[in-house]
């Protein structure tokens, strides 16, 4: 059977709209970067630099926000695996689940009680973005990041830490460091909570599976109304053709809370 990548912003695409990952997955219809995201490679470029060869970030915009956080971070050390590609079978052969970890610190450098260490870098322009320890629980990113952690060290548990690297984002101006956040989160093995997870993210790559092998119409699959304005709107809206009625009726049916959120 042909061989299916899946990285875990694919599965984040998926879950966020069925019809978007077709789009961008299967027909090639990615946008462009952004200046948020050239902005946060930035970041990760200082942070990389800094773990590598203990190179202080620059006073720019981008260096400062990367500088907020060091203290947060393993000393910079040979042994520390940073920016590492990695790939990995996921419950089948034909399914290949791969990523690229900011930073792995193996258990004895990590001080999680013998556990080892994955850090994950984020910017963002407000805490209010920053996920939650129960949202991280069921991240695809973390349970991925977690299981080849898990493999690699043989060991049955691993602490997660996302750092969240806060900028300003003024619509005009150089953005301007507002703070940092890491929010450690535990996983096991032997957890039925994370294994749960597991299966869930197992159930999601089946049919991401499904959709690159027989690549549908993006517009036979299940819409995502809800999910129409997140990060600032979705690049595929003349496409998918949704009504405003379809658009406000699932904007109706979300939780109050999201409903200020967005």
């Known amino acids: 059977m042909t061989e299916i990548k899946i990285s875990p912003s694919q599965v984040n695409c998926f879950r966020q709209c069925q019809r978007k990952y077709c789009w961008e997955y299967v027909h090639g219809l990615r946008p462009p970067s952004s200046a948020k995201q050239e902005f946060g490679t930035q970041v990760h470029s200082h942070l990389e630099k800094w773990l590598r060869t203990a190179t202080m970030p620059p006073p720019t915009?981008?260096?400062?926000?990367?500088?907020?956080?060091?203290?947060?971070?393993?000393?910079?050390?040979?042994?520390?695996?940073?920016?590492e590609k990695f790939k990995m079978f996921w419950t089948h052969p034909e399914i290949h689940v791969g990523g690229l970890a900011d930073?792995?610190?193996?258990?004895?450098?990590?001080?999680?009680?013998?556990?080892?260490?994955?850090?994950?870098h984020k910017t963002t322009s407000a805490s209010r973005w920053m996920k939650t320890e129960d949202q991280l629980q069921e991240d695809p990113q973390v349970l991925i990041y977690s299981a080849y952690a898990m493999i690699f060290w043989n060991v049955s548990e691993v602490v997660a830490?996302?750092?969240?690297?806060?900028?300003?984002?003024?619509?005009?101006?150089?953005?301007?460091?507002?703070?940092?956040?890491?929010?450690?989160?535990?996983l096991s093995a032997q957890d039925p909570v994370f294994i749960g997870h597991l299966v869930e993210l197992t159930n999601d790559m089946r049919a991401i599976q499904s959709i690159r092998l027989t690549k549908p119409a993006a517009n036979s699959l299940q819409a995502s109304p809800q999910s129409c304005s997140a990060f600032g709107g979705c690049p595929h809206a003349e496409r998918c053709k949704l009504?405003?009625?379809?658009?406000?009726?699932a904007y109706m049916s979300r939780p109050s809370s999201a409903k200020r959120n967005s």
Do not use: F, M
């Open 61 to 83: 915009p981008s260096g400062k926000t990367a500088k907020q956080g060091l203290h947060l971070l393993p000393a910079p050390d040979e042994s520390l695996i940073v920016e």
């Open 161 to 186: 830490r996302w750092i969240y690297y806060i900028a300003s984002s003024p619509p005009n101006g150089p953005r301007q460091p507002k703070g940092v956040r890491a929010i450690d989160v535990g």
């Open 243 to 249: 009504t405003s009625s379809n658009r406000l009726e």
């Open 103 to 120: 930073v792995l610190v193996p258990p004895a450098l990590a001080g999680c009680g013998g556990r080892p260490l994955i850090v994950d």
